[in-house]
């Protein structure tokens, strides 16, 4: 009997699991049937993860782990995904290079030296032209929009497409979508994005927002498949292959697909970077005051508390609670969006259309049957006119009831509301309706 890998018996196979992964040894051993892991030249070899001498790419950065706390800290990362920690290594050595310090001196920062460190060296790589800006203008519609998910909403490749591809995102994920005919609209944005348990690694639902700019790339990818002929129904598929008439790509297409975008933009990034830029960019926002930890951690379908409740809750959350959450997005927004304000100006004005339409007395349904974008303001006014005059009704003395709607900037409505008004809505552009009677 020969012998196996590395001078193994030949009943302890090795299967390599991908370049950077651990090799790992399967028990073929009938009197044994149980997977070992076999490391070698460990100092404790209780340990079950092997870090392996770093070749190619982490070898540039290899030395960092003869720092006891960089070791530790690197080996802990292992634990979950080789891969993840292989890359916040080198993300660690490229910033401890290019700011000419030591991992030990970010430790001993202090946290507002710290935010600044990290708000000044992002400002340096964007005068460096080293803007993911570039990605979404060198991608094709299906690219821009799987790439937008990823970096605005925080999406995992494999919820575009499971490994199989056999299920992914589907526009039922997406409840804020509408489509009516030959056209898409959405009942708010920022929009929601569900992740299902199936879809989600950690196995739990959560829930992401995603803002003006992404929803423009998703409006125009898929109103540009219904023009085409595709039925678009609950079932379907977000992302879909081009080609083929299957449903759903696999990850590892997903991936291929952003990636081509990525290289075509003139960079060498992994499709993964884009995720990282959403926690990074809403980690920036939370330090300013916009995001709070607990909701970023949620968005990115970490554990935590409003994941606990979400789960204990079976999917559920407050409303109030629900848009507090799409406000803090809102807030967050310009620290994810590339585009600037006026090439969305379009967007805003159906929004701020639908929700003066709403707040006048019309339903969902009626809203969804008018072009928003067409509609001029004399119409928006003839409407909303015709429509509280008539809810006004009589109070049978051949009066109306007194009822009174204002729109009032944002920061005038807590002087309001002290005044006895009452809250109705809150419009995208910074403003609000209140209402009083008497």
């Known amino acids: 009997m020969s012998g196996g890998p590395a001078g193994l018996p030949a009943h302890k196979k090795s299967y390599q699991l991908g370049v950077l992964a651990t090799p790992v040894q399967i028990r073929t051993d009938p009197l044994n049937f149980r997977f070992k892991t076999y490391i070698s030249n460990l100092t404790h070899p209780g340990l079950m993860v092997r870090v392996r001498v770093a070749t190619r790419r982490g070898a540039k950065y290899a030395a960092l782990r003869e720092n006891p706390t960089i070791g530790r800290w690197y080996r802990n990362l292992a634990r979950g995904s080789e891969i993840t920690a292989d890359v916040y290594l080198r993300r ?21 030296a710290r935010r600044d460190f990290l708000t000044d060296l992002v400002s340096t790589m964007e005068d460096a032209g080293l803007t993911g800006g570039y990605i979404f203008l060198a991608a094709s519609p299906r690219e821009r929009v799987a790439a937008a998910l990823l970096a605005h909403a925080g999406l995992r ?45 950690s196995d739990r639902r959560y829930f992401t927002f995603l803002g003006l700019e992404a929803a423009g790339y998703l409006k125009a990818y898929l109103e540009g498949r219904l023009r085409d002929g595709e039925k678009l129904t609950d079932r379907s598929d ?12 696999t990850s590892i297409n997903v991936g291929d697909a952003i990636r081509k975008a990525i290289r075509a933009a003139g960079f060498r990034w992994r499709p993964y970077v884009l995720r990282a830029y959403c926690d990074t960019q809403l980690l920036l926002a939370e330090s300013r005051g916009k995001m709070t930890h607990t909701y970023r951690q949620f968005f990115m379908g970490h554990a935590g508390d409003i994941e606990a409740r979400y789960t204990t809750n079976k999917g559920r959350l ?52 008018m072009d928003l974008e067409a509609m001029t303001d004399a119409d928006l006014q003839r409407i909303v006119r015709e429509k509280l005059v008539g809810a006004a009704g009589s109070n049978g003395n051949g009066g109306t009831n007194g009822t009174k709607q204002k729109v009032v900037p944002m920061t005038a409505v807590e002087a309001y509301l002290e005044a006895g008004w009452q809250w109705v809505v809150g419009l995208p552009d910074d403003r609000a309706v209140v209402r009083t009677s008497g």
Do not use: H
């Open 92 to 112: 660690l050595g490229n910033v401890c290079e290019a700011r000419k310090v030591g991992p030990e001196d970010l430790v001993r920062m202090a946290r507002d």
């Open 157 to 201: 490749i494999e919820t575009l497409g499971n490994y199989r591809g056999n299920d992914g995102l589907r526009l039922r994920d997406l409840p804020d979508v509408v489509v009516k005919g030959k056209t898409l609209t959405f009942r708010k944005v920022p929009l929601e994005v569900v992740v299902r348990p199936e879809l989600s690694k």
């Open 238 to 249: 977000v992302i879909a292959p081009t080609w083929s008439k299957k449903a759903f790509l």
């Open 318 to 369: 407050p409303p109030d609670l629900v848009e507090d959450m799409r406000d803090a997005y809102r807030r967050s927004s310009p620290f994810l969006e590339t585009s600037k304000g006026e090439d969305r100006e379009a967007e805003l004005k159906a929004l701020f259309r639908r929700q003066m339409l709403l707040v006048a007395g019309l339903t969902e349904k009626e809203v969804d049957t």
